[in-house]
């Protein structure tokens, strides 16, 4: 077929406009050539076939003859968004989530980070509306769409959202919520609002083949004036069984909303390799950092794990003079490459817990000292390459307490960070690798860059001596 030709065509156009004849039964159509992306036609690669996969997307939603050339895009895919832009579930220099009552400003970056430097605005709901009733992509494999409502993002001064908004972006997610058995991923970008939330669950419910749901909602955290919703994903993944999924990418970032994550849920991660719940809090029973502790042996595949919350307190810890206790003693999270917790209390209690032989990434927030339940053994996770932590007490004390050594990160502290008594602030360190010889000498050194100068003599050995066992690693 002439459509596929020149969409596998891997030689450049000729500058003048020119026409295509596409033919496809019986029907003809005329595309200016310059409409058509150019690419290698044995490429795989997401970033080159996205531009075919849009401009597709655009030629089939002209009319219904266009349809008949671009059968499979219309019926597998809808995209609303056409940024782009993927989820960031990464343990790197990335901002940590806005907390209740934190600077507008936090909550500015925070976003710019995950939804791009045209953040707040959005796409438009009406737009989206009438290419999807042009396309009529019922059944397809994969819905990203964009319902957010223009100025609620940011926090309005001007009073709430019109009722004709919301309505607008709660039909829009109707299209989606007939019960779709080829469904696969979901893509949702919203406004947090009671019922949205409710409509959110049932698309979950009847997704029995969701594989990848990607959700942000960018809903400032305070949201001053509105009921605050809370989401149960188990009724969207009941205790019962009945909602086979098996999710693989599982990436739900709204910081406003606060969640339920009963055992349905834990049971859909069963095959998970990246999971993300980034919210106000999770309601649970446990102290947060045990039911993370359910949550890493329900998926051990994970190769990267983020769990932030927003709320500056853990309900649990505060109130609940008897929590519920979590009895694993160890879990083995054999591919977990990347590790985020921003939440109220974590320190050696969890970390102990974990077998990570290839965790490199490391980030942890904490509004507890570290170091304030004990210590993890040295060298506990042996590939870790990178590690960001922020909590309150001596800045050592917080890396000694995830298992480093003190010569894999004394290079990177300086005075102002190393005499503090109490630094809570976030730090940052490169790791060495871990060599026992090479920590013998730290022991009893009680100045962060004494090991570089030749001046200062050393217990057990000389800087000449030291010198030598680390060029010999």
């Not at 009319?63 to 832009?85: E, L, Q, Y």
């Not at 997704?207 to 969207?236: C, K, S």
Request: hydrophobic share 40%; glycine share 4%.
């Amino acid at each position: 077929m002439l459509a596929n030709q020149a969409l596998n065509n891997p030689f450049p156009l000729p500058p003048v406009p020119i026409n295509i004849d596409f033919t496809r039964e019986a029907h003809t159509m005329y595309v200016p050539s310059e409409a058509i992306p150019q690419r290698d036609p044995g490429t795989t690669d997401p970033k080159v076939l996205r531009p075919f996969i849009q401009c597709a997307l655009r030629l089939a939603g002209i009319d219904s003859k266009f349809r008949t050339v671009f059968p499979d895009n219309t019926t597998d895919m809808f995209d609303g968004i056409c940024d782009g832009h993927v989820p960031i579930v990464r343990s790197l220099s990335t901002p940590w989530i806005p907390k209740l009552g934190g600077a507008p400003t936090d909550h500015k970056h925070y976003w710019t980070h995950h939804l791009g430097q045209t953040w707040p605005a959005s796409a438009d709901i009406l737009i989206q509306s009438q290419r999807f009733d042009k396309a009529q992509p019922i059944g397809a494999a994969t819905y990203k769409i964009d319902i957010r409502i223009p100025g609620h993002n940011v926090g309005r001064k001007s009073g709430q959202p019109s009722f004709s908004a919301w309505m607008a972006s709660a039909c829009m997610l109707a299209r989606i919520c007939t019960p779709n058995p080829a469904l696969r991923v979901l893509h949702l970008r919203m406004s947090v609002q009671e019922d949205l939330i409710r409509m959110v669950s049932s698309v979950l419910r009847h997704g029995h083949r969701l594989t990848e749901v990607v959700i942000m909602g960018d809903t400032p955290v305070e949201m001053r004036g509105q009921i605050r919703p809370i989401l149960n994903f188990g009724d969207a993944y009941p205790e019962d069984g009945s909602n086979p999924a098996e999710l693989h990418t599982f990436v739900f970032r709204v910081p406003a909303l606060r969640v339920r994550c009963p055992g349905g849920f834990l049971r859909a991660l069963r095959k998970a390799h990246t999971c993300c719940i980034a919210v106000q809090n999770i309601v649970t029973q446990k102290r947060t950092w045990e039911w993370t502790l359910d949550l890493v042996k329900a998926a051990p595949s994970l190769k990267a794990l983020e769990l932030s919350e927003a709320l500056p307190w853990d309900p649990v810890e505060e109130y609940n003079m008897r929590p519920l206790q979590n009895k694993h003693t160890t879990i083995r999270l054999n591919d977990l490459l990347h590790l985020t917790l921003d939440l109220h209390q974590v320190d050696a209690r969890f970390l102990s817990k974990l077998q990570a032989p290839n965790l490199k990434f490391i980030r942890i927030s904490s509004r507890a000292v570290l170091s304030d339940e004990g210590f993890c053994p040295l060298n506990h996770f042996p590939s870790l390459s990178y590690a960001n932590i922020w909590c309150p007490g001596p800045t050592t004390c917080r890396f000694q307490a995830i298992g480093l050594g003190k010569h894999q990160f004394f290079h990177n502290l300086t005075d102002d960070k190393y005499f503090l008594d109490n630094y809570d602030q976030e730090v940052m360190v490169h790791i060495k690798k871990f060599n026992a010889d090479v920590e013998r000498f730290y022991s009893n050194i009680h100045h962060p860059h004494l090991h570089n100068d030749a001046d200062y003599p050393m217990q057990d050995g000389s800087s000449a001596e030291l010198a030598d066992v680390e060029q010999s690693d």
